[in-house]
T-cell receptor, first 119, second 114 residues
Framework: DAGVIQSPRHEVTEMGQEVTLRCKPI?????LFWYRQTMMRGLELLIY????????DSGMPEDRFSAKMPNASFSTLKIQPSEPRDSAVYFC?????????????????FGDGTRLSIL | AQSVAQPEDQVNVAEGNPLTVKCTYS??????LFWYVQYPNRGLQFLLK??????LVKGSYGFEAEFNKSQTSFHLKKPSALVSDSALYFC????????????FGAGTRLFVKA
């Protein structure tokens, strides 16, 4: 089975430009997560969706960041305008929530990330 | 507030020796507990989880973890380390109620020397 697919794998752009990161979750998964990983701050949850609806966006650092999930098989994370401090590896993960009490114990499946460098 | 602590930034072990990567947590109630591994330029991969029952959980690649409720710990172990086990390991916790948010530790880098 295909795992979580992220694109692009690498992105280098200049400060002020718009950046769009893309994610295709595993088919059938109803939860989707966006994380940011840096040496200084570790792994931070930015936002997560359930059934395409944003549930918790408290980790989104600023209004410059936005995320959408127009359907069950696609999500985007956009940064506009980008700044050098946004440089990081951004991960998308998906999970199956399930019904009742069993769903909460399902692990997350991570993509291989997008390494973003803002010059 | 929920938190996860991995007290060691790095663990060094010789190949063939047992390894332990430590994790303690602070979560109300009885959380779900997870271990993930990350290899260079890759996403996190699930290793094992604790839900309920037996305190010793077995997972992928020969890893296991021991849940200790009184010490709120969930240490990762392997009886005999391999060089290929060298990677970054993350402990994670999720409350059984209140959403799907998972708290990850800062990670522990494991070096296994031949």
């Amino acid at each position: 089975d295909a795992g979580v697919i992220q694109s692009p794998r690498h992105e280098v752009t200049e400060m002020g430009q718009e950046v769009t990161l893309r994610c295709k979750p595993i088919s059938g998964h109803d939860y989707l997560f966006w994380y940011r990983q840096t040496m200084m701050r570790g792994l931070e949850l930015l936002i997560y969706f359930n059934n395409n609806v944003p549930i918790d966006d408290s980790g989104m650092p600023e209004d410059r960041f936005s995320a959408k999930m127009p359907n069950a098989s696609f999500s985007t994370l956009k940064i506009q305008p980008s700044e050098p401090r946004d440089s990081a590896v951004y991960f998308c993960a998906s999970s199956f929530g399930g019904q009742g009490t069993s769903g909460g114990n399902q692990p997350q499946h991570f993509g291989d990330g997008t390494r973003l460098s803002i010059l | 507030a929920q938190s996860v602590a991995q007290p060691e930034d790095q663990v060094n072990v010789a190949e063939g020796n047992p390894l332990t990567v430590k994790c303690t947590y602070s979560v109300s109630g009885n959380p779900y507990l997870f271990w993930y591994v990350q290899y260079p330029n890759r996403g996190l991969q699930f290793l094992l989880k604790y839900i309920t029952g037996d305190n010793l959980v077995k997972g992928s690649y020969g890893f296991e973890a021991e849940f200790n409720k009184s010490q709120t710990s969930f240490h990762l172990k392997k009886p005999s380390a391999l060089v290929s086990d060298s990677a970054l390991y993350f402990c994670a916790v999720r409350d059984r109620v209140g959403g799907f948010k998972t708290i990850f530790g800062a990670g522990t880098r494991l070096f296994v020397k031949a």
